[in-house]
């Protein structure tokens, strides 16, 4: 395996029956992504960025390679050991939030913690701090019908990261979102990449969110045709007059 990678993808495909002949999704991918990254796959639509997603998440499984998650096989783990790694190192972030209508926002932050088997009082206190991370306190009781999608989705990135994962995957997590909107979510996973760590690679077709990642990988046809290191836009820090000459 590659040092320091957290995921790492060596010659990968998958390919799905489709009637009588199989279509290649995802063709020969092989990439690494370390620790602390902040990652954008973007590409057309039906380029694979959902499989590669759902790869990484080991919500499916490849067809031919092998899939690293910090270092370890995962063709080598039986169901119980993907599972183990799905609740504890990975959180997902969906386009359309996913959240459990009949429960408050503090209630489904709390959620995982507690089909980890966690105590009420540990979900509790870290969903409300979660809350209070991403802007909404003031919301813990309500419920998702009664929120803006920014704020479902605010949710959504709390729900995420309550279980304290390296890894958060996030599936086009902008798709429905007005451009204030978007733009406080990725501010907010970008606060949450630097502040805790937290690995993001997400999938997106929105240029506002590719202006502010650290790695674009460009995808077409199940493979990626570009992995271009950013930097992003508010991160340039402008030169000195003495270092530029004048
Ligand atoms: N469950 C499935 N069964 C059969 N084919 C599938 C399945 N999921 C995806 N595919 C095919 O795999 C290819 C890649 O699909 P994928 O959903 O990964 O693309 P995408 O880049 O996420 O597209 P979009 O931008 O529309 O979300 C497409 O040709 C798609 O039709
Ligand atoms: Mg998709």
């Known amino acids: 395996m ?37 990652t954008a796959i973007w590409g057309p639509s039906g380029s694979g960025k959902s499989t590669l997603l759902n790869l990484i998440g080991l919500i499916d499984s490849p067809s031919q390679g092998r899939v690293m998650i910090n270092g370890q096989d995962t063709r080598t783990l039986d169901d119980g ?17 996913n959240l459990v ?21 540990l979900a509790r206190q870290r969903a409300a701090d979660l809350l209070d991370a991403v802007g909404l306190r003031a919301l813990a009781d309500s419920r998702p019908d009664k929120m803006s999608g920014g704020q479902r989705q605010r949710v959504a990135v709390a729900r995420a990261l309550v279980t304290r994962p390296a890894i958060v995957l996030a599936d086009e997590p902008t798709a429905n979102l007005d451009s204030h909107n978007s733009q406080m979510i990725i501010d907010l996973m970008r606060e ?18 590719l202006d502010s990642v650290d790695r674009r990988l460009q995808m077409r046809d199940g493979r990626i045709i570009n992995d271009h290191h950013h930097q992003p836009q508010q991160q ?6 003495s270092a530029t000459g004048a």
């Open 2 to 38: 590659t040092a320091g990678a957290l995921i790492e993808l060596q010659s990968v495909s998958k390919a799905y029956a489709l009637g009588e002949s199989p279509v290649a999704a995802l063709d020969d991918i092989s990439v690494c992504i370390s620790a602390g990254e902040f």
């Open 81 to 97: 050991a993907l599972t183990d790694i799905r609740y504890r190192t990975l959180g997902f972030v969906f386009q359309n939030y």
């Open 101 to 121: 209508p009949v429960l408050s926002a503090l209630e489904n932050v709390m959620l995982p913690l507690q089909i980890r088997g966690e105590s009420g009082r």
């Open 192 to 209: 949450l990449n630097r502040s805790r760590g937290v690995t993001f690679v997400f999938s997106t077709h929105d240029p506002q969110l």
């Open 236 to 241: 340039k820090v402008p030169q000195p007059a």
